[in-house]
């Protein structure tokens, strides 16, 4: 079995569950990811079968990854970790089914390009460089987007989020935007993105919500949970995983 490669892993079984790492890649003297190259790794032949792809070590700069969707058009969820992807670019244009991206820690600053990803409904970006929000304007598929510790700093920077007519989930903790009390922070936020139902893995209540009928409105249940962001959405969406390398 190649280095860095995990078949077999995952809820969805054997055949749409890989896990690639650029060391594989060096062993085959590559550092282009090809059709012949995804098949030698893996195994399959038919590539439109993988749904799930999990990329290690990567560095867009080097390993170009903008032709991922041409070569696994059935990809519905892709997680990079431990590599350099500094702008949204460099996942190219042809992810049209990507329903959830992982992409924390990955050196992204720059969200242009992101509507190359139109299935895109969960979008995790915590610890990144991202500034501005404008490019997530209007997008009309993304339901949870997790922010947590990037550089958002201006709060006019969520009217922008507010246009997403479907998000329901945010997480913005660790960002400068998040300044004041706790409870005038998620006022001002809620007020800008009404669509919120949970505000950094807790349910937005009626506290959150400005305006006079917040006293006669009751809090959302207290058993309501956020989808947890770290590990437990590893364990969802990656589990069995390896984060390892096998040789």
């Known amino acids: 079995e190649w280095a860095g490669v995990t078949k077999g892993a995952g809820r969805g079984g054997a055949k749409d569950n890989l896990k ?8 085959l003297k590559e550092q282009n ?12 032949d038919d590539l439109t079968v993988p749904q799930q792809l999990h990329l290690t070590n990567i560095i867009t700069s080097q390993t170009p990854i903008d032709h991922l969707g041409a ?16 702008t949204f670019r460099d996942l190219g244009t042809r ?10 820690r990955c050196q992204v600053s720059d969200l242009s390009g992101v509507f190359g990803l139109p299935s895109l409904e969960e979008l995790y970006l915590a610890f990144n460089d991202i500034e501005y929000l404008d490019d997530l304007a209007m997008h009309e598929r993304l339901q949870v987007l997790d922010l947590e510790a990037n550089r958002v700093g201006d709060q006019g920077e ?7 007519s479907k998000l329901t989930t945010l997480t913005l ?14 006022k001002k936020v809620v007020k800008m993105v009404p669509t919120l ?24 249940s207290p058993e309501a949970q956020a ?10 969406y990656f589990g069995g995983c390896d984060a390892g390398l096998h040789t």
């Open 20 to 27: 690639l790492s650029i060391e594989a890649f060096d062993e």
């Open 33 to 44: 990811i090809s059709v012949e190259v995804l098949q030698q790794l893996t195994g399959f």
């Open 71 to 86: 070569l696994l058009p059935n990809l519905l969820k892709l997680r990079l970790s431990h590599s350099t992807v500094p």
């Open 95 to 104: 992810l049209k089914n990507l329903q959830v991206l992982w992409m924390p």
């Open 158 to 164: 969520l009217t922008h989020l507010g246009s997403c």
């Open 173 to 186: 903790a660790g960002c400068p935007v998040v300044g004041g009390t706790e409870r005038e922070y998620r």
């Open 197 to 220: 139902e949970f505000l950094d893995d807790e349910a937005v209540c009626a506290l959150d919500v400005e305006g006079p009928s917040q006293q006669q409105a009751g809090p959302y």
């Open 227 to 236: 989808p947890k962001v770290g590990g437990g959405l590893d364990d969802m």
